[in-house]
């Protein structure tokens, strides 16, 4: 090849590099093992170090949370066309096109909205981009946002937005533990572009006055944006029911593995119009006809009028890769899953939640903040009264081999001596029993 | 009949995968299961009973969602048949999507990224039961600080655009702690380095400054000497940059940025002819990102989830995302106390999976390995450029004679003056021969462009054959233009009427959408309208343990 090319050297073909930008030696790096059996045998000699939920009793969520994937999503996530595809044309990878239209599709389903993105990057970079788009839509630049969402999703819409947007940070009520409405009464004038809550919440409770909610924001000529666990929708009223106008969220409980908190899709979903859809920075991948009757295809929508890719420092954000290979997957999980089965694993998912909080509750010394409330997969564990703290409960709880909730005494202190406790569809009853012994055994 | 059987002609005579597959809302029928979740235990129930059925109607959903409704066989069918429809590194010649680094991953790599001991790990997790996790993200922090040359590497970024916008907040952060913050409001890049470069320090706040290529396709010094000022707060720029070419003058570019206060961020995207030949460090950088799903082989996964990381210098460290890895000689762990940082880019720590696949990937490589890979991208891409350049029509704009790095931006300018055929036309006859093809970003400065980038992956026949294609397109561009104006034929689909795409009152990105703006109804099967039957009255209604909503049909 090279005497074809005409070069004597690989070194000629660096002609443009100076010497002086060159690197004169070898890269400092191990050395390599070439060989597969070896390199298998050293990656699987590091994996040997970790302690999975799979071997443990996991009550961790805060965003991320085990979850029952069904092995047809890993089989055709593990597929090596799809795998390893990318964002090609509307013809070698129809079929990504057509799976991901599908995603798009049973999302709307499930949130009742016509339109949906292909996703970004997580649930927090998609609250980002909602209330960016709020603003976008209103003019406006200032949002408000509840409290009651992770420190670190906090920290994301800080950085993301403080260049024109200023964030103000809504309580809840303190007895309630729901969203304070004359808190955000107070804050809801006409420089407000949007406001975003949870619901279920970052701490699982469920609000029923998302129609309220609502109607406020509206009055003001604000944009609502609702975050929302898609996993709960089979049971739940989705944002748009009570008057969303953009609902956002993670895609990872729908068929993704946890991955240590890498396996994350966020989505955006709205009314489709045309004042909305300007405002994505996201792929929309819409159905086309072809020149062959009864034919579907596929491509992008409104493409040149919003896109970094075309437009630059004039887009909309930017757009890149992000999470494709999930919405190829969470579609799998909704067809597969169905509507039946979306019912089901939501009632499953709130019965044992509740009956989690039924039986930690009971614990001498042990109290459900806002037991009062409707609770999905989440809930406040306070071991303020125990005397113990819960860094302390957790050490004790791990060398039983049970992970425990998430210490929420760092990221909000106001409710003291607290920690995060998720329930899936994963956990049986004897799950759960079991941490009400343990817990009890330790603090006793 | 011919005995013996004639050799292959080139190209090669391939029909993509053609299902004519519906969309899946009009598969299936009512009550047909594909999974069915955990049953409830009756003891949950006895003890808790329907707390669904508790909720108050204004959040209680009262019909469950319109999703499809297919027995496991019928969704495992119909995935795996719009995965047949699909060109992937794994089945095609994928050299096509010039800037993307289409490389293979090798398979071993997928198998750890699918071991139980990284994905049914929880993000929050006690640290001493995830040190295995933490090794390896820790080391490959310390392979990429050997590559870059750089101080710190976090691997926080989920993609190579949200590694600028990190870096740009880095950059926001550092002339903020200076005091320098307002005045400080522009930021500079080059017209063929990645839009990201331009887009994300628009939402940072920032004014943009665009250098355009000098008549040799490099970005202008002198164009970038009258842009910088005390207004500059960085230069974002590609190199090699998205055509092909290093700019030798580099480290001027950086001086100049530096000699009035500003930063310099390095676009390492287009890395991978250069991996071990020249850093971002000896350059003078004092940022830079890598794509782990370009030059680290991690898998694109049809657009994402790709992985990126972000480099800085020791004096840039106190601002990047937090936490960051740490090792003390016998565990690792996180440190979340970083008072100057930038705060979260991406919940947790990262794409995990990428992160476990571009550290097996480097080491099965070694230092010698990745420079064996970034030469063999380089002479491969300089062997393609000879051959594609035999193709009558089709040039290489810039800097004539000049070897390219990894890849090259072509132009069918003189074939379309030709033939009136365009490059998006020879896009869609790519497809005719299960081949990837990208133009460039806009504005299109090249006209009619095409970005070919080979990798170190395909071999000389690989190539050989990719040149084949495009040589017999331009011919038939000139011998029977219709054919190339009507492409594809041998696609999955036939040529797609974008102009629904772009009116409100046609496009439609759901299903629901569709039936809407065109008055149709759903289809009976798999629409839900037998979703309020007596089988599921309504969620709240749950199964009994034990006790199956539907009978799985078949």
């Known amino acids: 090849m090279l005497a074809a090319i005409g070069a004597s050297t690989i070194a000629e073909l660096y002609a443009d590099i100076p010497d002086a930008l060159r ?202 944006v609702v975050g929302v666990d898609p996993i709960s929708l089979g049971v739940l009223q989705p944002p748009a029911a009570y008057g969303a106008d953009i609902a956002t969220g993670d895609l990872q409980a729908l068929g993704i593995h946890m991955q240590y908190g890498g396996g994350l899709g966020g989505f955006i979903a709205s009314a489709d119009d045309r004042r909305h859809l300007v405002e994505y920075p996201s792929r929309l991948y819409g159905l086309a006809p072809t020149s062959v009757s009864g034919e579907y295809g596929f491509g992008e929508v409104m493409f040149d009028d919003r896109t970094s890719f075309a437009k630059r420092e004039n887009a909309r954000e930017w757009t890149g890769t992000a999470a494709a290979l999930w919405a190829i997957t969470a579609g799998v999980y909704l067809a597969l899953m ?39 997969k989440e809930f406040v564990v306070d071991f303020g009264a125990t005397g113990r703290t819960v860094a302390d409960v957790n050490r004790a709880l791990l060398a039983r081999g049970i992970f425990g909730g998430r210490d929420l005494t760092g990221e909000l202190p106001e409710l003291g001596e607290t920690a995060l406790y998720c329930v899936t569809e994963m956990h049986t009853q004897a799950d759960i029993d079991r941490l009400a012994t343990d817990l009890e055994d330790v603090l006793a | 009949m011919t005995w013996p059987i004639e050799p292959k002609p080139l190209p090669r005579r391939m029909h993509q995968a ?27 129930r006895e003890a808790v009973g329907h707390p669904v059925a508790a909720l108050p109607d204004t959040i209680r959903r009262p019909v469950p969602p319109k999703l499809p409704e297919l027995s496991q066989l019928h969704v495992l069918r119909h995935y795996d048949r719009l995965a047949q429809e699909t060109v992937g590194v794994d089945t095609g010649i994928a050299v096509g999507m010039g800037t993307c680094t289409m490389k293979y991953s090798p398979k071993v790599n997928d198998r750890f990224a699918r071991d139980p001991r990284v994905t049914e790990l929880h993000p ?51 002339h903020a702690s200076r005091s320098e913050g307002s005045q400080r409001d522009q930021v500079i890049t080059t017209l063929f380095s990645h839009p990201s470069n331009a887009a994300a320090p628009r939402v940072a706040g920032y004014d943009v400054v665009t250098i355009y290529p000098d008549a040799d396709g490099y970005p202008d010094l002198n164009a970038l000497r009258a842009a910088a000022s005390g207004r500059t707060a960085a230069l974002l720029i590609t190199n090699p940059e998205d055509i092909g070419l290093f700019n030798p003058r580099i480290a001027e570019f950086v001086q100049v940025v530096h000699d009035v206060g500003g930063l310099a961020v390095y676009d390492q995207a287009n890395a991978n002819g250069i991996l071990g030949i020249t850093r971002a460090r000896e350059a003078g950088f004092d940022l830079c990102h890598f794509n782990l799903h370009k030059t680290f082989s991690t898998p694109h996964a049809g657009g994402g989830p790709g992985a990126g990381a972000s480099g800085v210098t020791a004096e840039l460290a106190r601002f990047l995302p937090g936490p960051t890895v740490e090792f003390d000689g016998s565990r690792y762990y996180l440190d979340h106390d970083r008072p100057d940082s930038i705060g ?34 380089v002479l491969n891409n300089n062997y393609l450029m000879l051959r594609l350049l035999q193709i009558a029509g089709l040039t290489a704009p810039f800097a004539p004679g000049k070897r390219r790095i990894e890849q090259v931006r072509y132009s069918w300018a003189g074939l379309a003056a030709q033939t009136g055929i365009h490059t998006e036309q020879i896009a869609s006859r790519a497809a005719d021969f299960a081949v990837h093809y990208w133009f460039s970003h806009h504005p299109w400065v090249v006209p009619e462009p095409v970005t070919i980038e080979p990798t170190e992956s395909y071999s000389m026949a690989d190539l050989d054959e990719f040149a084949a294609i495009f040589a017999a397109i331009a011919e038939e561009a000139r011998t029977n233009p219709e054919l190339v104006r009507t492409a594809p034929h041998r696609s999955t689909i036939h040529q797609v009427d974008e102009r629904v795409l772009d009116d409100d009152a046609t496009w439609a990105l759901t299903w629901r959408a569709y039936l809407r703006k065109t008055g149709g109804s759903a289809p009976d099967a798999g629409q839900g309208a037998a979703r309020e039957d007596e089988t599921v009255a309504g969620p709240w209604v749950a199964p009994e343990a034990g006790q199956v909503v539907a009978v799985e049909a078949g």
């Open chain 2, 344 to 377: 979260k880019v991406r919940p947790f720590y990262g794409t995990t999976a990428n992160i476990v696949r571009a550290y097996a990937w480097i080491m099965s490589l070694g230092a010698a390995g990745l420079r064996e890979v970034a030469e063999t991208a």
């Open chain 1, 338 to 376: 169905g509507p039946a089965g979306m019912a089901e694993v939501g009632d499953g998912i709130m019965a044992r939640a509740r009956y989690a909080m039924d039986r930690v509750g009971a614990i001498p010394g042990v109290r459900i903040p806002f037991a009062a409330q409707h609770h999905f």
């Open chain 2, 124 to 174: 929050l997790q006690d640290e001493d039961t995830v040190q295995g996790i933490l090794e390896i993200m820790w080391r490959l922090e310390q392979f990429l600080k050997e590559i870059s040359g750089m101080d710190r590497v976090t691997l926080q970024p989920p993609s190579g655009s949200a590694a600028i916008w990190a870096n740009v907040s880095m950059v926001r952060a550092y």
């Open chain 1, 23 to 224: 690197l004169h030696r070898p890269l400092d790096l191990p050395q390599p093992f070439t060989a597969e059996a070896d390199l298998v045998r050293h990656v699987d000699g590091i994996l040997a170090r970790n302690r999975t939920t799979a071997d443990n009793l996991s009550f961790l969520g805060a965003g991320c949370a085990r979850h029952f994937v069904p092995v047809v999503c890993d089989e055709i996530n593990s597929r090596g066309e799809f795998l390893t595809a990318y964002s090609g044309h509307a013809y070698e990878e129809h079929g990504r096109f057509q799976a991901i239209f599908e995603y798009q599709s049973m999302m709307g389903e499930l949130l009742e909205m016509d339109a949906v993105n292909v996703p970004t990057y997580d649930g927090f970079q998609a609250a980002a981009t909602g209330l960016r788009m709020a603003a976008r839509l209103t003019g406006r630049n200032r949002v408000l946002v509840s409290a009651h969402v992770p420190a670190d999703l906090r920290s994301k819409l800080v950085d993301y937005l403080e260049s024109d947007i200023e964030t103000v940070f809504i309580a809840h009520e303190a007895s309630t533990g729901l969203l304070d409405l004359e808190a955000l009464d107070r804050h809801l004038d006409e420089s407000v572009a949007g406001v975003y809550f949870e619901n279920p919440s970052y701490l699982g409770l469920i609000d029923h006055r998302g129609a309220e909610v609502a109607r406020r924001i509206h009055a003001a000529g604000a944009v609502l």
């Open chain 2, 18 to 44: 053609s299902w004519d597959e519906p969309v899946i809302f009009e598969l299936g029928q009512p009550g047909a299961r594909g999974v069915l979740p955990p049953a409830l235990e009756p003891g949950i």
